[in-house]
């Protein structure tokens, strides 16, 4: 039998939508508890340096309501690393990060970034804090990764997502299954996101070597249809299905 794939809920942008009124409401916090009744395995956030929809109390808020996991998506500065040791979660996630995006464009390019990297994982890691790259399914960066002594990658699924014609498509997959296989011969957890929807995850979640799948923005945009537990549910069951023996 197939091993059960992990789904872990980005509760960003429910803070997204609190911030376009600057209102209370609604609460990541009670996204995040709602997801985990839903069949969550793990609540992610990504604390980012203009705060521009999770912010500092959020996060301290999370990391005493979340019962699965919390993991933190954090750019590599020392700021972020101060605050991510400073708040224990159990996963950290290095991204890139450029205040004009509208969300987080392409993987971390480690490969140019080893020394840097490799002292933050060695702070992270000694506060107990296991850590993961977003990176590219870029062998180079599969490579930096285990040389920077990251624990886990996230596979940058964005590419994939975006691919209309067949062949891209496939092309994309291919890359994917390809990268998943090195990073697991590596020593790494191979975990993946972006992107992803109820639509397209099926191919990335069969592929044996995934651990984990972060998804955000599409289960919040259904949540607010169907109700954050019943959009976790939806996904949950997409997820299982992909995993069934053929």
Do not use: W
């Not at 923005?217 to 019943?230: C, D, K, N, P, T």
């Amino acid at each position: 039998m197939r091993r059960r794939i992990l789904l872990g809920v980005n509760v960003d942008h429910v803070a997204t939508l609190r911030q376009a009124r600057r209102a209370a409401y609604p609460d990541p916090v009670e996204a995040a508890r709602l997801a985990e009744r839903g069949g969550a395995d793990g609540i992610t956030i990504h604390l980012r340096e203009d705060r521009r929809h999770i912010n500092d109390r959020d996060a301290e808020r999370l990391r005493h309501a979340v019962n699965s996991k919390l993991n933190l998506e954090m750019a590599a500065t020392a700021e972020m690393r101060a605050k991510a040791v400073a708040l224990r979660p159990d996963d950290a996630c290095i991204v890139p990060e450029r205040r004009e995006e509208l969300t987080t464009e392409g993987g971390l390019d480690a490969a140019s970034q080893r020394p840097a990297l490799q002292g933050l994982v060695a702070a992270l890691r000694g506060a107990g804090i296991r850590v993961s790259f977003f990176i590219d399914p870029d062998p180079r960066q599969i490579e930096a990764a285990a040389e920077s002594g990251a624990t886990a990658v996230e596979l940058h699924t964005g590419t994939y997502a975006e691919a209309h014609d067949p062949y891209r498509l496939e092309s994309e997959l291919s890359r994917l299954r390809s990268a998943a296989r090195l990073a697991a011969a590596a020593g790494l957890q191979v975990n993946a996101g972006h992107g992803l929807r109820l639509e397209n995850v099926k191919p990335v979640a069969a592929i044996p070597e995934i651990v984990e799948l972060n998804i955000g923005h599409s289960i919040v945009a259904r949540a607010v249809l169907v109700g954050m537990e019943g959009a976790v549910r939806e996904m949950r069951a997409a997820l299982d299905q992909a995993r069934q023996p053929a």
